[in-house]
């Protein structure tokens, strides 16, 4: 049996769906199975031993409508029998149509559904600590007769790559007998970002609590952000903040996450993947995101999250996520340090 896993575009999405593979293998350990995702997120998912192939969609793909038919082409080619369509949008629509696999399952889309043998519809509520994001995903693989068990998403890293990340920290000066918080400072959009000075005053409180030594987690372009963030901190603060210590891959990045005593910050990429290598995490929501779809393994020790609806769950009453999305800046406002900070003391007691 050879089953194509279609899971384009967002680097914490491919890592999420790279639970269905691990179901699989216990399942079905001679399936042939092969992961269709872009290029750019192939770290995350680099080494997973559970994947046969990878099957890349490239950026020349994406601006070509000939690259990208002669891309459709080569699956047909592979003669799958079964595709997975995690992403359900318009190219991996074409992708599993051109497939001729006989069995295609998706989520359901009206407009859609005629494409797929199976789809299902999308539950509201999670039934496990797990959350939506992986529940969902798992109930894909049901027409495979796939057991329930629920699944965690995983990096995996080899020797070389953690002990390459630990001689960087002790060169930096880094005591690894010593806390070290991964701070993730930016989300990955303003809509998805504490506000800058609100951020600043949590890693005080962190510092203040606990000493800790302090690396900054964000993107390149996000240094001037960064670095607004570690000037509006107190000036005891930055003498624990190693603000040089950063890394642009992704790889390094994880290796370096591997050492840290937790991972703290906005919601996003960052956190799920810290929670892939085991490393706990204490998340901040934006207003607007459903928190039941994303606090994946949230447990209330090792994983804790935050959200402007725990405290203020009157302002949610009677509107929409839509609402919420254009009313973020004035929500963020209502979410000040002073309802994080309690919360983020205890949480930070266990270590």
Known sequence: MKILIIQQKMIGDVLTSSILFEALKDNYPKFELHYAINSHTFQVVENHPHIDKFIFITPEMEERKSKFYTFLKSIKKEKYDVVVDVYSKLS??????????????????????????????????????????????????????????IYKPKIYLTDKEIESARQRLITARIDLEKPIYMIGVLGSGENKTYPLPHMADLIDAIVEETNGQILFNYIPKQATEANIVYNFCKKETKNNIYFNVFEKGLREFFSITKHCTALIGNEGGATNMAKALDIPTFTIFSPWIMKEAWNMFDDGKANVSIHLKDVKPELYEGKSLKTMKNDVFSLYEAFPPEFIIPKLKDYLKQF
């Open 92 to 149: 991996s629509n074409l992708i599993t149509k051109f497939s001729g696999a006989q069995t295609k399952i998706s989520k359901y889309k009206h407009y859609t559904a005629p494409i797929y043998t199976h789809t299902f519809k999308e539950a509201k509520t999670a039934n496990t600590n797990a959350g939506l994001a992986i529940e969902n995903r798992l109930q894909l693989l049901e027409p495979l007769k796939v057991h329930k068990k």
